[in-house]
């Protein structure tokens, strides 16, 4: 009987510490240096960002020497041409314009694209973090 009243007990502690420990990180702030769930889903251009994002990672996932990588809308699978890899992309009419060529350094890389509808530049990175680029 005591020995099960000290396994609850443990039990009970155990879940409370990892609720705790939970909403601290749910509450833990990164510096303020990139938009928020809640911000990225407020981005009109979001979708054309995540878009180019997983045609430079599936590229990337097939062969990760490349150091560029284009985007571009006239062509229909990925292929070589001026010395760089050119995968198919096309964005949509939210987005005035999408990075063409991405520039990939230990993997790392960001995209950018200006909103139609603000002007606003957003950019992503190779996480899918979506920030608002401020001059």
Do not use: H
């Amino acid at each position: 009987m005591k020995r099960n009243k000290v396994l609850t007990s443990g039990l009970g502690v155990l879940v409370g510490l990892t609720g705790i420990f939970g909403l601290a990180a749910c509450g833990s702030d990164d510096g303020g240096s990139g938009a928020s769930a809640e911000q990225a889903a407020d981005v009109d251009i979001a979708e054309d960002l995540e878009n180019a994002r997983t045609a430079v990672a599936d590229a990337l996932a097939e062969d990760d020497s490349w150091a560029q990588i284009m985007l571009a809308s006239d062509v229909k699978a990925p292929t070589v041409k001026y010395g760089l890899l050119v995968v198919p992309y096309t964005k949509s009419d939210a987005a005035s314009r999408i990075q063409g060529t991405v520039n990939i350094s230990d993997g790392k890389y960001t995209i950018d694209g200006d909103s139609a509808a603000t002007d606003q530049t957003w950019q992503i990175d190779q996480d899918g973090k979506i920030t608002e680029v401020t001059e």
